[in-house]
């Protein structure tokens, strides 16, 4: 079974505007982001990564490109790979809605939350994880390694998920913009490689195609 490794998209500025952008259009990587995207590209420009996979949202295509440049791969839109749906809540400020009653329940109890006329959290899970389990059937020989590049909670939601996390607890795990994060899936579960990491990425390149990945190798 393959390794995906799980890539937030590059730095924005919509969210120094401070509010929250969902799936609003037209949202692309600053500088920082870019050369977030740049350096993520060169560090993995040696992987045999199989097949790239992104959001259709600017911001994770923009991230995808210097990664699929680098291994003149196609990269594959998977709409499922969406950021939240978050309804009313598209486009508005994170002070107030801090201020709000149910800010409490979107961050200690997210899994009796929903977004006003948009998705609630254990339906953004089974989104994500369902499209990721499609990219592992698709993908399942123990050597393929597969970039997925899409969102934060959707990445932090998708670790819970494989790991048997409750969901309740996925806010405790950490998605910086251009960070990475491993998971090996196997036919047993699936193995946490690495979480958060951003380049370089000394463990990748040197896998041989026998070893399990995360483990280390003797010489």
């Known amino acids: 079974m393959p390794t995906l490794l799980l890539i937030r998209h590059g730095e924005n500025d919509y969210v120094k505007t401070g509010k929250m952008a969902g799936r609003t259009p037209g949202v692309h990587l600053n500088e920082r982001g870019q050369k977030q995207a740049e350096a993520l590209g060169e560090a993995l420009k040696e992987v045999p990564i199989k097949a790239i996979y992104s959001s259709p949202l600017e911001r994770a295509m923009e991230t995808a490109a210097p990664i699929a440049s680098a291994r003149k791969l196609q990269i594959i839109q998977e709409p499922d790979l969406m950021d939240a749906d978050i309804g009313k809540w598209q486009g508005k400020s994170w002070k107030v809605l801090r201020l709000t009653k149910v800010w409490k ?112 190798t003797k010489n």
């Open 105 to 216: 329940i979107v961050q200690h109890s997210p899994s009796r939350f929903r977004f006003p006329e948009g998705e609630s959290f254990p339906e953004i899970q089974t989104r994500i994880s369902n499209v990721l389990e499609n990219i592992i059937m698709k993908h399942n020989k123990p050597q393929d390694i597969v970039a997925v590049i899409f969102h934060a909670d959707p990445i932090k939601l998708a670790v819970s998920h494989f790991l048997g996390l409750p969901l309740d607890h996925f806010q405790r795990l950490g998605c910086d913009t251009g960070s990475l994060t491993a998971i090996h899936a196997s036919e047993g579960g699936a193995n946490l490689i690495k979480l958060n990491h951003r380049p370089p990425f000394d463990f990748l390149p040197h896998l041989p195609s026998r070893a399990v990945p995360g483990k280390e």
